[in-house]
């Protein structure tokens, strides 16, 4: 009867954290990813933008912005497309107060969401190797038992002959 090692119980655990808190996070990312590129369109010249549409070649573009409230330049962003580049590098941008805070919440919910699924990560690997056999997992857990299928033809864990696990251990007695 084959067990479930760390290595697969892992690949599981991300698995379905990733096919569902991963997509909550992945759609808020697109998000502001999509505020960002709008808000960084609105500050590039329109005769900026029509020579960089033209002429895409004999521009420098960049893909991510850096956001400007106050003093604070933390809120880094990737865009949805690339924009033309200032001096070769990413713009720095002044935002409004309402899109500073909007960008500010969003990254604080991706981060707590981001916590929540290396919680989830960690408990659902615990329970599969505490199943620890393919059958238990399909009785009592089938939500995973779907992803044993898909992951243990991509993920084996190695296991060394219990002889040779021996000799190494007593190299360093």
């Known amino acids: 009867m084959k067990r479930i090692g760390k290595i697969l119980a892992t690949g ?3 698995s379905m954290a ?11 990312e697109d998000e502001i990813s999509s505020k960002s590129y709008s808000i960084a369109l609105s500050v590039v010249p329109k005769e ?3 020579f960089y549409l033209k002429y895409p070649q004999y521009t420098n573009t960049c893909g ?3 956001f400007r409230y106050g003093t604070s330049t933390d809120k ?5 497309d690339s924009i033309p580049a200032v001096n070769g590098n990413r713009p720095y941008i002044d935002l409004h ?3 500073y805070e909007w960008i ?4 604080i919910e991706i981060k707590e969401l981001e916590d929540k699924k290396l919680k989830l990560i960690n408990q659902i690997q615990s329970t599969l190797l505490q199943l620890s056999t393919p059958k ?7 939500e995973a038992y779907e992803y044993l299928e898909e992951e243990s033809d991509t993920c084996t864990d190695i296991a060394l002959p219990i002889e040779e696990l021996q000799s190494l251990l007593a190299t360093y007695k």
């Not at 880094?76 to 949805?80: K, Q, V």
């Open 12 to 14: 599981i655990a991300c």
């Open 18 to 28: 990733n096919d569902t808190i991963g997509k909550e996070i992945r759609k808020m």
């Open 48 to 50: 900026v933008m029509d």
């Open 64 to 66: 991510s912005v850096a």
């Open 76 to 80: 880094y962003a990737t865009l949805t």
């Open 97 to 99: 107060v309402s899109d």
């Open 104 to 107: 500010t919440n969003k990254k």
């Open 136 to 142: 238990r997992i399909k009785e009592q857990f089938p």
